[in-house]
Structure formats: C-alpha cells, structure tokens
C-alpha cells in the first residue's frame, strides 16, 4: 500500500483522483465502516485500505484510458516526415504535423531535431515558440484547464526551418504538457491564504505570455472553493501555487485540489465500490440502492460498467 507521511498524505506515485474522505463522503451505499476485521479492529487503521481502493480506482482509468488523465510532462519521440511513421507529415507550406501520444496537449515546453542518420544524435534545440497546438485549447473561464467534453487535440505544428522533405529523414522530440492538473495540500491552508502548497505543480501555472494559469476546486467536503492560478513555484513536483484571490476557508493538508472533471471522479469512486464488493461481499455493508436489485458480483459489474461508459470520451485511440 502506498506509504504515508506524518500529515496522512500519499507518497508516491501521487495523489489518487479521489481520497478516502471523498469515497467515504459519495452516496455509494456502501458502509465503509464495515470493512473493519479482526485484523483491522481500530477504525482509524481502515483509512490506508480505502486509500488502497483510492489507488486502484485511479489505475484502473488510466489502463481503460489508456493514458494517465492527470497532467504529466512527457517527451515523445517522433521520425519522419511520411512514412514509415505517420504521426509526422510535413505540409505544403513547410510546417511539421506532429501527432502526439497523449491528449489533451495544454503547452510544448519545447524541443529538438536531429538527423535520423546521425548516431549518436547532433541534437539542434527547438524553441518553444515553434510549436502551436492544432486544436489551442479551450480553457474553462479563460484559464488554461482542460473542459470536460474530452475532446482535446493531440498534435502540434512545429514551424518551418526544423525539418523538410529536401533536408531527409530525422529524429524530432517534443516535450510537452498534457492532461488535468491534480493534486493535494501538502500543509494547511488558512483563511485568506493567497498560495498553497501543493504535491504536483504540473500545469498549474500560467503559459508564457499569460497570466492565468488553471483553475481548479478544493474538494474539501465541508468547505469546497475554486481557484485560480497566477504563478507556480515549480514546472511539476512538489511546489507552491499563488492564488488569484484569498482562499474563503481552511483546509486541511491532504485535501484534493484538481481540475479533472466530476465525471472522472465520479468513475473512480463507482471502480472502488466495485472493487469493495469484489474483494468480499460478505465483509462489506450494502444499504439498499433503487435500481440495484442485488448485491455481490453483479452490483460489482453494475458499478464498474458505468464507471466506464464516464471516462469513455478521455479514451486514448490514436
């Protein structure tokens, strides 16, 4: 199970898309009290098994996904232009086509070409300012975080100059930003703070040029607020964010500050019901749901298949 530090925060590999004070708060049906055991008699010692449920939920929607929702930097590698890849085509007017791995692509933090012939490579650096998205994004209330319809572009153009069909085959990488930031407080928050500390700096903060960055929700369930984002002391990790605007309540250290969508949430909490009931149905208290005529195997299904058919437009096909 993943460690946890003083502050009852999960280490590595980052915070799950809901937290047990999430599971525990959704109207699931489930009483979670009930997974207590002869192993596990002291209530507080269930919070590392929901945490458990927690982290596989979250697995389990980037596996259907087929990609991880959450906002990550990656570096893709891409050689062309044609064939035999056709993720890289050049066009007539001498910009690069470039289809990416992961959607949606929020920033190109940058790049570099080299020829393909070349071993090892001669890398010359791309500017960031060389790249465009296809599909810019359509930020909610004018910020950089994604909308939740999921349908976010995944290529970019990368100027004229870098590569052409006369220059030859070559070897181009892109690093980009893609996905939802999420994470959690990693100390408390206090009325009227104007920045929180946050385990995963990943595209909060504002693109060169901008001054907003995301504009994500404390999922605190007795104080929920949204934010805005002005500047983050990290590109990812660990880091501070600034706020646009004083926060209205406290929160406390592990609280969920994300931009994903309720949908996605929402799947995650329906996958770890289900993998509650599959772990043991005679362990886990069910209240009565209108609609679910039984409990057990079938409920399990029941719930992990409408998780999917949520997260089905976030799905990877390309």
Known sequence: ???LNPAGIPA????????????????TGILWD??????????RKLWPELL???VRATSQIDGYCNQPLRATIDTETLYGPGAPDFRFNMRRNGVARLLLSRSPVTAVLGGQVS??????????????????????LIGVYGTTSPGASGDGGQAV????????WWQGACEVQVTYINGWPHGSLQAAAVAGATSIAIDDCTGWGPPSGMTSGAAGR???????????????????????????????YPHEPGIIATTLPGTIMQAAILFATALALVGGATAVSQQAIPGVPESGGKAAENYSA???????????VV
């Not at 999922?219 to 646009?244: C, I, K, M, N, Y």
């Open 1 to 3: 199970m993943p460690e």
């Open 12 to 27: 590595n590999p980052g915070t799950p898309y809901i937290t047990p004070d999430v599971l525990r708060s959704a109207p």
């Open 34 to 43: 009930s997974l207590a055991t002869l192993e596990r008699p002291d209530p």
């Open 52 to 54: 458990n449920l927690c």
């Open 115 to 136: 020829p393909a012939y070349a071993f090892p490579e001669q890398w010359t650096q791309i500017p960031a300012n060389a790249f465009r998205p296809e599909r810019p």
């Open 157 to 164: 153009y990368l100027g004229p100059g870098y590569a052409s």
């Open 218 to 248: 404390l999922h605190d369930p007795a104080r929920q607020e949204s934010f805005v984002v002005t500047a983050a002391s990290a590109v990812s990790g660990p880091g501070t964010l600034t706020l646009a605007s004083p926060l209205a």
């Open 306 to 316: 409408e998780a999917e058919l949520l997260i089905h437009p976030y799905k990877r």
